[in-house]
């Protein structure tokens, strides 16, 4: 099959690979350093409370840049919200299948590739030193495509982010939700909640050898230690809440929002904010509130989901 479509920056390799196959060979010998994680609860603080409401206020929007679109920091009026605690969750969007039959992009033919699909990471291997790979037959029901482990599919993982849904999908479903997608300041209002530090939690990435969301451990794309447990998506609230009560607003799967990034050839591209479980310090670093990225509206991946808000 051949791949016509041009994936943007989030997608598409950002640096040659140098020495790839030293780095492949010493993966063998990586001493894993991954602590053993807490079982993630069955029962999570985010079910006591579907939504939080978030009051009116000001913060500082943006960063001293790590990376130049993050830039420069100023000061942001930000009218009351309503915020869902987690990122929607592949039973609430299996409810509005339900509900409405609806089929998602990546159950349909896009433009610029030849069958339906999503784009989905893979490592690279010394034959294809490529991580992102459009594999027919992936959706949000088998996230990985077809030849997903049983363990991956959406039934045994309903409480996990889904995935492999587009901007228009996500904006379908909080219509049908009676609700939409946030603006890129209220996202980032929210995932702040008010701190000033590096990170939503404190200035340490992981303090104390503690990891606070669901990222990469190791040298990325080929080994990571999962010393939090997670080589993938993990089930929505394993990790801490920030101080307004909401989870996975950093790491797990990056997330739509309603702010406009840019223009492709094809389409309009919106920005997504959070990073995900792909996001390392030698690479993205983007697990921070002020990291923003700009994603094609109708390209579904494996590794971006949503959540809504309402006034």
Request: charged share 20%; net charge negative; hydrophobic share 35%.
């Amino acid at each position: 099959m051949a791949e016509k479509r041009k994936i943007i920056r989030p997608l598409r390799a950002c640096a040659v690979l140098t020495g790839l196959v030293i780095l492949l060979a010493a993966c063998e010998r990586e001493a894993d350093t991954a602590q053993i994680p807490a079982q993630c609860p069955t029962v999570t603080e985010p079910t006591k409370s579907k939504h939080i409401s978030l009051p009116a206020g000001t913060f500082t929007m943006g960063a001293h840049p790590t990376y130049a679109e993050e830039g420069p920091p100023r000061d942001v009026n930000v009218s009351a919200f309503n915020i869902d605690a987690t990122e929607v969750t592949n039973a609430d969007f299996a409810k509005f299948v339900e509900a409405t039959g609806y089929v998602t992009d990546a159950e349909r033919t896009q433009p610029g590739f030849e069958q339906p699909g999503g784009v989905v990471f893979r490592p690279p291997t010394l034959d294809n030193p490529s991580w992102w790979h459009f594999v027919a037959g992936a959706n949000w029901r088998a996230p990985e495509g077809p030849e997903s482990a049983a363990e991956d599919s959406f039934e045994s993982r309903a409480r996990e982010p889904v995935v492999q849904v587009s901007f228009n999908d996500a904006r379908a479903y909080a219509a049908w939700a009676k609700r939409r997608l946030p603006s890129e300041t209220e996202w980032e209002y929210a995932a702040n909640s008010g701190a000033t530090s590096i990170y939503v939690w404190g200035d340490e990435r992981a303090p104390d050898g503690v990891e606070m969301a669901n990222t990469w451990q190791g040298s990325f794309p080929i080994h990571n230690t999962q010393a939090d447990g997670y080589a993938k998506r993990s089930p929505v609230g394993c990790f801490p809440g920030n101080a307004f009560g909401l989870y996975d607003m950093i790491g797990n799967v990056w997330e739509w929002t309603d702010t406009v990034a840019g223009q492709t050839e094809l389409e309009t591209a919106y920005t997504i904010k959070g990073g995900s479980f792909l996001c390392a310090p030698n690479f993205c670093r983007r697990y921070r509130a002020a990291a923003r990225q700009a994603q094609e509206a109708g390209l579904p991946t494996s590794h971006i989901g949503f959540r809504t808000v309402s006034k």
